[in-house]
């Protein structure tokens, strides 16, 4: 079975400029979240999709920041404009589904963003 | 709200030598718990989960964990460490549906 795959794996734009992240998560589940890590500093919540709805986007840090996931499976999160505070690595995690807070969010690799 | 505190951003040990990296987590009601780890170039890896079924979990690897409510802890330890092991390590708190809280990560560092 495949695990969450992330595109790119890494991303080196000017400030200024429009990126978008790709999370494929794991075929079947429901859930799908974001996070990311700034250097230095812990893995942050950004938000939690449960198929195609947004389930909670408390952790989106400003309005530069859009996510999406049409048909409930893949997910983008597009950066526009970048800024050089948004460098880090970004993360997607999938789970199967349920109301279940014990579940295990399943991560993928990342990816490196650096904003120049 | 809770949070995550993970005691040292580098812990060194010999290849042979008790790893052990240290949680401490605050939460008003009962957490769950993880512990992930990121070996270098790939995303992160499920080690051991708390789900207060039992207080010492098993994970994979050789590692375990044990929760003590009263030392609101959740370390991490593994008798003999392997070169293996060598990787940067995350505790984690979930109390709500969506959000796990992290701890800013320990690296780990194996010597011969």
């Known amino acids: ?116 | 709200a809770q949070s995550v505190t993970q005691l040292g951003s580098h812990v060194s040990v010999s290849e042979g030598a008790l790893v052990l990296l240290r949680c401490n987590y605050s939460s008003s009601v009962p957490p769950y718990l993880f512990w992930y780890v990121q070996y270098p170039n790939q995303g992160l890896q499920l080690l051991l989960k708390y789900t207060s079924a039992a207080t010492l979990v098993k994970g994979i690897n050789g590692f375990e964990a044990e929760f003590k409510k009263s030392e609101t802890s959740f370390h991490l330890t593994k008798p003999s460490a392997h070169m293996s092991d060598a990787a940067e390590y995350f505790c984690a708190v979930r109390t709500g549906y969506s959000t796990l809280t992290f701890g800013k990560g320990t690296m780990l560092l194996v010597s011969p």
């Open chain 1, 1 to 116: 079975e495949a695990g969450v795959t992330q595109f790119p794996s890494h991303s080196v734009i000017e400030k200024g400029q429009t990126v978008t992240l790709r999370c494929d998560p794991i075929s079947g589940h429901d859930n799908l979240y974001w996070y990311r890590r700034v250097m230095g500093k812990e893995i942050k919540f950004l938000l939690h999709f449960v198929k195609e709805s947004k389930q909670d986007e408390s952790g989106m840090p400003n309005n530069r920041f859009l996510a999406e996931r049409t048909g409930g499976t893949y997910s983008t999160l597009k950066v526009q404009p970048a800024e050089l505070e948004d460098s880090g690595v970004y993360f997607c995690a999938s789970s199967q589904g349920g109301q279940k807070i014990q579940e295990t969010q399943y991560f993928g690799p990342g990816t490196r963003l650096l904003v120049l």
